[in-house]
């Protein structure tokens, strides 16, 4: 599982997340992160937002109702034995 930290602009702390998925959809990218390794652990979904150009991605919260439960569906199967619940 792959550790990235993660910084807010806003509040402008870092956090460490692991990367438990990947996918790319309609041309945009997001993964799926959590903050802890053990069982039951909440996780987001983020989309990358930054440009082709730009060197670091910029990853924003995926807060759309039907956008995140689309791409809940597809972690879902791409993980098999992870249920996310909405």
């Given at each position: 599982?792959?550790?990235?930290?993660?910084?807010?602009?806003?509040?402008?702390?870092?956090?460490e997340?692991?990367?438990?998925?990947?996918?790319?959809?309609?041309?945009?990218?997001?993964?799926?992160?959590?903050?802890?390794k053990?069982?039951g652990?909440?996780?987001?979904?983020?989309?990358?937002?930054?440009?082709?150009?730009?060197?670091?991605?910029?990853?924003?919260?995926?807060?759309?109702?039907?956008?995140?439960?689309?791409?809940?569906?597809?972690?879902?199967?791409?993980?098999?034995?992870?249920?996310?619940?909405?």
């Open positions: 599982m792959e550790k990235i930290i993660f910084t807010s602009e806003e509040m402008q702390e870092e956090a997340l692991y990367v438990l998925e990947q996918t790319k959809i309609n041309g945009s990218s997001y993964i799926l992160v959590t903050d802890s053990e069982d652990a909440e996780c987001l979904i983020l989309k990358d937002t930054s440009s082709e150009e730009a060197g670091d991605s910029i990853y924003e919260i995926v807060e759309d109702d039907e956008e995140l439960a689309s791409i809940s569906k597809v972690f879902e199967e791409l993980l098999e034995d992870v249920e996310i619940e909405r």
